[in-house]
Nanobody
Framework: QVHLIESGGGLVQVDGSLRLSCAASVGTFSNYNMGWFRQAPGKEREFVASINKSGTGANYADSVKGRFTILRGNAKNTVYLQMVSLKPEDTAVYYC???????????????????WGPGTQVTVSS
């Protein structure tokens, strides 16, 4: 069983920055491709960013490209989402997710992920 717990959310002003962390309780963290998703009230959960097992590849939703950076520290069993230039439309609950897969891969669909954290709220105020 994999347990994920996000942290680092909060209230920030427009153009501010936050760094989210997701700590994984898992045997071998490097066996998992990781992703960040978000869900705003009344909207479906949407892809934000993903990173492959080794951390050598990442991809992003168009809406966050150039502003968000996903990183992972396999020695610390942690994945991060560095967010800058935040906008009100970034307000959402942010979830990290783990994909157990034989190959190093970049996944964008929620159904591709096997484990989820409970989420952390990010609110961007104008």
């Amino acid at each position: 069983q994999v347990h994920l717990i996000e942290s680092g959310g909060g209230l920030v002003q427009v153009d501010g920055s936050l760094r989210l962390s997701c700590a994984a309780s898992v045997g071998t963290f490097s066996n998992y491709n990781m992703g960040w998703f978000r869900q705003a009230p009344g909207k479906e959960r949407e892809f934000v960013a993903s990173i492959n097992k080794s951390g050598t590849g990442a991809n992003y939703a168009d809406s966050v490209k150039g502003r968000f950076t996903i990183l992972r520290g396999n020695a610390k069993n942690t994945v991060y989402l560095q967010m800058v230039s935040l906008k009100p439309e970034d307000t959402a609950v942010y979830y990290c997710a783990a994909n157990f897969y034989l190959y190093s891969d970049l996944r964008r669909l929620p159904n591709d992920y096997d484990y989820w954290g409970p989420g952390t709220q990010v609110t961007v105020s104008s």
